[in-house]
């Protein structure tokens, strides 16, 4: 399985980002749709945080409290995406954002041990 992350870039505080992530799997393994996702973060300096996550049926959506009623993470099954729709950007919300998956289905939760695959990071920087 390989994610690649998209749609980082420099905004202004109170400006709004969408990233994206595309999944690609090979030939046999698990389809899209049997992931359960999340978005992570890790500024300079600091440890990777979970930000936002998505059940495999898209079902179950939690985020962490800092980002709440600002960031929503949303699937595409039949495209093999993940968004996340920022807004009400703050300079602390500057950070690599990361997507991620986890397999089996349903035990993913908030800690990066839940996610087997990465993708590469994409820089979202927020000035003030």
């Known amino acids: 399985v390989q994610l690649q992350a998209s749609g980082g870039g420099l905004v202004q505080a109170g400006g709004s980002l969408s990233l994206s992530c595309s999944v690609s799997?090979?030939?046999?393994?698990?389809?899209?749709?049997?992931?359960?996702m999340g978005w992570f973060r890790q500024a300079p300096e600091k440890e990777r945080e979970f930000v936002a996550g998505?059940?495999?049926?898209?079902?179950?959506?939690y985020n962490v409290d800092s980002v709440k009623g600002r960031f929503t993470i949303s699937r595409d099954n039949a495209k093999n995406m993940v968004h996340l729709q920022m807004s009400g950007l703050k300079p602390e919300d500057t950070a690599v954002y990361y997507c991620?998956?986890?397999?089996?289905?349903?035990?993913?939760?908030?800690?990066?041990?839940?996610?087997?695959?990465w993708g590469q990071g994409t820089q979202v920087t927020v000035s003030s």
């Open positions: 998505i059940s495999w049926s898209g079902n179950s959506i």
């Open positions: 799997r090979r030939a046999f393994s698990p389809a899209f749709s049997s992931y359960d």
């Open positions: 991620a998956a986890g397999f089996p289905p349903g035990r993913a939760g908030i800690s990066t041990e839940g996610y087997m695959y």
